[in-house]
């Protein structure tokens, strides 16, 4: 996105304060005004005090009240305008720095999991911050100064002219050398700064991806790996930022030459013109003056440009991100079907990731409500990924799913995820409070609900035990319970959402046998009366499903109940036999 079309979409971002930054943008023009009168004024003053020997007085005092009088006005009216000006710019700045932080973190979470797992959630966030903080910096920053500089070179110049164009012409002279040097330097230093941005998140990325595993990096002593590969990441930081940083000091040394030779030049152009009779000594000091004022705003200008030009790869990540679109798109006619009966149907479904192979071939099954549907099979047969075109994670490529006779992609996302819940094989708790993390399956549940819940999920007993009950924290993924503790609360969570059908996928796998007693207790009263999908690999799990579908390869083998499969000797007797020899599958 080029570098004007890019801060012309952050302006544009503004939203519904689009008028108040119009109104702001006409404050700036009335300011300038103001601005341009105070060293005309001054001026003025500095012509009658010239000619005040030969003037009456009475008519001296009276003409210099006047004069003093105005400016008087002039400066108050100024003072009271920027702050009028700071005022809604900060208020403006602030509160769309929080609406665009908050329509990003919506937008992530509505992502699907494949973009998830192409990005760091370290990453994520340190767009998400630091991107927001340049926006406000960026408002706040040329709505509250710099818009006053930009109107002033629309408005003084030509007013300059008006006055004396022979000085005016050394002021617009001074303008061209601040735009060239500018421009020219952006030109040189845009791709430097945005590799740069690019090793800051991989920074960001590093150190999260670091300390989201401290365990393995404690246990595999990787701490001075760790240390060393964030270092190496800063230095490349480094010795691709000190170039961009020289150039822009060249920059400063010149404008401020620039400046320094215009002041000089005002000051010697304006004696030979006074000496020819045709500038007063009011009228240079007066462009002294507009001098002073115009190198002030045209330096505080490339300061503000210089720093368009550090951010802007930030905001164009934060852009990339808002511009993601999600690979299953909600239809505009999608219809909300309320409390589905359960009845899943896959009708001839294919699936491959796009510029891949095909996972899933030709998947065709009906689950009946209430009915309990096993997937096994080995790794990678597709189960899992049949269960995420459920979910509408991904869309089929070929066929299509139904939920109560209606196509999946014609349901809207919230009303197709409200009547699935799942229970997976880990159970993702937030660093909440254990009531926090269960009022996520339904929001407006009440304490009674909630403790009706857990009683089911074997989950009640070990709760109240807790140091504060219901309000104690788990820690970051749970980290303060026991991985039994952790399943039934998840367990507990679905029971609370109630949704007709359901997924368990490897809820038990990773329990031992002891526990995984008290959780199958606690399965028995979640699948009760709903449509119930089985992703196991321990078959002793599946021996009560009304139907189990062995997956091979991408599509359904075998189907059938667990006696009927063992009875026909194929591919999932050889899976139990497998499982019998390790002890996995009782025999009865």
């Not at 599946?542 to 591919?571: K, M, W, Y």
């Amino acid at each position: 996105m080029g570098f004007l079309k890019l801060y012309g979409r952050v302006l544009w971002m503004l939203g519904s304060d689009r008028p108040m930054a119009l109104g702001l943008v006409i404050a700036a023009l009335g300011l300038a005004g103001l601005q341009f009168l105070e060293p005309v004024l001054f001026g003025r003053v500095v012509d009658l005090l010239s000619r005040s020997d030969r003037m009456e007085t009475a008519a001296l005092w009276s003409e210099a009240t006047q004069l003093l009088v105005i400016w008087g006005v002039v400066g108050l009216a100024g003072i009271a305008g920027n702050v009028a000006v700071g005022l809604f710019a900060d208020r403006m700045a602030h509160r769309n720095r929080l609406r665009v932080m908050h329509d990003y973190f919506q937008h992530v979470l509505a992502l699907p999991l494949s973009f998830h797992g192409d990005t760091q959630s370290g990453r994520l966030m340190k767009i998400m911050l630091v991107g927001t903080d340049n926006l406000f910096g960026l408002w706040l920053g040329f709505f509250r100064e710099h818009v006053i500089t930009f109107v002033s070179l629309v408005v003084l110049l030509p007013l300059t002219m008006a006055m004396n164009w022979r000085l005016g012409l050394l002021l617009a002279a001074l303008v061209v050398v601040f735009a060239v040097v500018s421009a020219l330097v952006i030109r040189r230093t845009q791709e430097a700064q945005a590799k740069v941005e690019a090793f800051h998140s991989r920074l960001a990325g590093n150190a999260q991806d670091a300390l989201s595993n401290v365990v393995v990096v404690q246990s595999f002593t990787r701490l001075n790996s760790e240390a060393r590969l964030f270092g190496d990441i800063i230095r490349q930081v480094l010795d691709h930022q000190f170039p961009v940083l020289n150039w822009w000091a060249i920059v400063a040394v010149l404008t401020r030459a620039a400046s320094t030779i215009c002041v000089i030049a005002i000051f010697v152009f304006g004696t030979v013109l006074h000496v020819r009779g045709q500038a007063t000594v009011g009228e240079i000091v007066s462009f002294m003056g507009f001098a002073t004022l115009l190198i002030g705003r045209m330096e505080g200008a490339v300061g503000f440009v210089s720093h368009m030009v550090f951010v802007q790869p930030r905001i164009a990540e934060l852009f990339s991100v808002l511009d993601a679109r999600s690979s299953v798109p909600e239809a505009p006619d999608a219809q909300d079907i309320g409390r589905a009966t359960g009845e899943v149907a896959f009708e001839s479904v294919g699936f491959a990731y796009p510029g891949g192979p095909a996972i899933l071939r030709e998947v065709s099954f009906t689950a009946r409500p209430g009915q309990t549907i096993a997937l096994v099979g080995q790794t990678g047969a597709g189960k899992s990924t049949a269960m995420a075109l459920l979910q509408r994670l991904w869309d089929p490529s070929e066929g299509r799913i139904t939920l109560d006779g209606h196509d999946l992609r014609g349901i809207t996302l919230e009303s197709l995820r409200a009547n699935i819940g799942v229970v997976f094989q880990e159970s993702m708790l937030f660093s909440r409070t254990i009531r926090e993390n269960l009022l996520v399956g339904r929001p407006g549940a009440t304490q009674e609900e909630i403790e009706t819940a857990c009683r089911e999920a074997q989950a009640h007993d070990f709760i109240i035990r807790q140091p504060q009950g219901y309000d104690t924290l788990v820690g970051e993924r749970g980290a303060n319970l026991s991985g039994g503790q952790r399943q039934r609360l998840a367990i507990a969570r679905a029971l609370i959402k109630n949704p007709p059908v359901l997924i368990l996928d490897e809820a038990t796998s990773a329990l031992d046998a002891a526990t995984e007693a008290r959780v199958q207790k606690a399965l028995a009263a979640l699948m009760a009366g709903r449509t119930t999908f089985i992703i196991a690999h321990r078959l002793s799990t599946v021996r009560e499903a009304d139907e189990i579908l062995v997956f091979d390869g991408g599509h359904v083998a075998e189907r059938g109940p667990f006696a009927t499969l063992v009875a026909q000797d194929g591919r999932f007797a050889e899976l139990v036999r497998t499982q019998l020899a390790g002890g996995a599958v009782p025999a009865h």
